[in-house]
């Protein structure tokens, strides 16, 4: 199988992306804390691949092609419509919807008219039959690079009458290091198969595909998007990631969380080639690892099948920028932009090779 896999870093220079909420026995109540990963070498500041997913989903909404599909809550679960062949946050991000079977949740679900708007699913014996997606684009949590102490910050609010009310939180300088992968030929590909995580296709929506006149593969007891369909809706996730938005405590740090640093290319397999690629010096600060790239050159080189595009910005750990222009003119597969033009360049590719999404 065919995936985009891509390394991104996010630069924090004061920042608290992602909080945990109150922070028990600190001396005032409302004092809040960033997530951290707590390790022998130290804390670790993190990004839950959850909050990356929420920002990335965010920031695709505002394209204006985006289709995003519509959720519905009950009282302690929520789900999406859960089809993929309308929504394409449905394909690529996945889904799972398994209604509540509670005689009281059925009855509020048949009288909304909210849910109503919904795909209707399966019924068997008087029960909705739940619909599941693996999800085609995978995330890591986005991790310091290094061990830190988060800074906890001192504030009033003063601006009445009286004793000021104090309050704290923490915050991290600090870059942020995560992997993606989007597999390419489950995306647009929808599964009928019995089995958990592959019945992306109820009956319904079976009959939608047929409707729709998607593409059937009998072998894999799938229906899929036709090619053009399918590269659009990788394409503008790509444009989303590139302008990506989104972190907690931007009122008091706006960071910009856009990528800082990309490295991706096309590969036949899921394994990540470049995972080691950059790590951190003894200061804590970013370092490329030349050695590291080069060998994954070599030992993945059958299995890598586009250039591997290395979005660097001008600005950022210039000197270790300078390393990956060095090697890049010694390894022609190697192309050195800005990030933006870096996921340009992918996506330029996959254009000229839509055989990859087969």
């Not at 009855?107 to 008219?113: C, F, H, Q």
């Not at 996730?237 to 969380?257: C, I, N, P, S």
Request: hydrophobic share 35%; with cysteine.
């Amino acid at each position: 199988m065919t995936h985009i896999t891509g390394l991104l870093l996010v630069d924090a220079p004061a920042s608290a992306l992602n909080n945990l909420g109150q922070i028990e026995g600190e001396r005032y109540e409302n004092q809040t804390g960033v997530k951290v990963i707590r390790a022998n070498d130290g804390p670790y500041p993190y990004v839950s691949a959850q909050a990356f997913r929420y920002w990335l989903r965010q920031t695709l909404v505002a394209d204006a092609k985006w289709k995003a599909a519509p959720m519905y809550r009950e009282e302690k679960i929520a789900y999406t419509d859960a089809n993929p062949i309308d929504w394409w946050d449905d394909d690529l991000f996945g889904y799972m919807r398994a209604p509540g079977t509670s005689p009281t949740a059925k009855k509020k679900r048949s009288e909304d008219a909210e849910y109503q708007k919904l795909t209707p699913l399966d019924v068997k014996e008087g029960k909705e039959q739940a619909v599941t997606r693996v999800a085609p684009f995978r995330v890591s949590t986005l991790v310091s690079i290094a061990p830190l102490r988060p800074t906890s910050d001192f504030g009033v609010m003063a601006r009445h009458e009286g004793d000021p009310v104090p309050y704290e939180h923490q915050l991290y300088r600090t870059t942020l290091k995560g992997l993606f992968s989007l597999n390419l030929n489950q995306c647009g590909t929808f599964s009928y198969k019995d089995r958990t995580g592959f019945r992306n296709l109820d009956k319904i929506r079976v009959e939608l595909a047929k409707k729709k006149g998607l593409e059937i593969i009998e072998s894999q007891k799938a229906y899929r998007l036709l090619p053009e369909q399918r590269l659009e809706r990788v394409t503008t996730l790509f444009e989303g990631m590139a302008r990506l938005e989104g972190g907690a405590k931007q009122a008091l740090h706006y960071t910009d969380v856009a990528p800082t640093v990309v490295a991706l290319g096309v590969t036949k397999g899921g394994n990540h080639i470049f995972g080691r690629v950059i790590g951190a010096n003894n200061e804590g600060l970013p370092e490329f690892k030349e050695d590291a790239l080069t060998e994954s050159l070599r030992v993945f080189s059958d299995d890598i099948l586009s250039n591997v595009y290395v979005g660097w910005v001008t600005g950022y750990a210039d000197k270790e920028r300078e390393k990956v222009v060095a090697l890049a003119k010694k390894e022609t597969r190697i192309k050195v932009s800005h990030p933006r033009e870096a996921f340009q360049a992918l996506i330029a590719d996959l254009k000229q090779n839509p055989q990859w999404l087969d």
